[in-house]
Antibody, heavy 120, light 107 residues
């Protein structure tokens, strides 16, 4: 059974940094791309980032490019999202998700989410 | 970016009804579209990918179609557990983009 467990969400002041983690189990982790998708309270879904299985390529949404960095440690079956220069508009539940292996990036398994609140 | 527009934004329906919702893009994305279901307090769930392919375990009352710029998701006979919000997502190119969602409510 695929399990994705996010952690690291917190209340943080604007301009500060935070690192989210997502521990994965139940599948061949290093062979799957992984992603982060966020959802502001009461709002829709917003794609944040994707990383390839090897970790050699990453892709980011325009609103986080240059501020957020996604990485992975395949020896620990874990992906990370380093968030710098946080803004109030980054307040959201952040979901870790496993990317499909069908030639395009859809998200076939999701974690339960971790809440990030950016406020002074 | 490829903007995704979903309509209606909400629909009221009864158990047993047939419900159809639409997702539209401004650029041709072939069939690189997926649909998700999200219930309150829960993570989204992938229902459909590649325009019309049912994800494993998804009931056959869900179907989807379309290509290019217009796509539809249909629930053939609405069940109590189907009341949720549905999102489309294009996977044609980065940045990946989602539609604003269609909320299916109980009439």
């Amino acid at each position: 059974e695929v399990q994705l467990l996010e952690s690291g969400g917190d209340l943080v002041q604007p301009g500060r940094s935070l690192r989210l983690s997502c521990a994965a189990s139940g599948f061949a982790f290093s062979t799957y791309g992984m992603g982060w998708v966020r959802q502001a309270p009461g709002k829709g879904l917003e794609w944040v980032s994707v990383i390839t299985g090897s970790g050699t390529s990453t892709f980011y949404g325009d609103s986080v490019k240059g501020r957020f960095t996604m990485s992975r440690d395949n020896s620990k079956n874990t992906v990370y999202l380093q968030m710098n220069g946080l803004r109030a508009e980054d307040t959201a539940t952040y979901y870790c998700a496993k990317v499909t292996k069908v030639g395009a990036s859809w998200f076939e398994d999701w974690g339960q989410g971790t809440l990030v609140i950016v406020s002074s | 970016d490829i903007p995704m527009t979903q309509f209606p934004s909400s629909v009221s329906a009864s158990v047993g009804d047939r419900v159809t919702m639409t997702c539209r893009t401004t650029q041709d994305i072939g069939t690189r579209l997926g649909w998700y279901q999200q219930k309150p307090g829960s993570a989204p769930k992938l229902l459909i990918y590649a325009g019309s392919t049912l994800q494993s375990g998804v009931p056959s009352r869900f179907s989807a179609g379309g290509s290019g710029t217009v796509f539809t998701l249909t629930i053939a006979s609405l069940q109590p557990e189907d009341f949720a919000t549905y999102f489309c997502q294009q996977a044609h190119r980065f940045p990946l983009t989602f539609g604003g969602g269609t909320r299916v409510e109980i009439k």
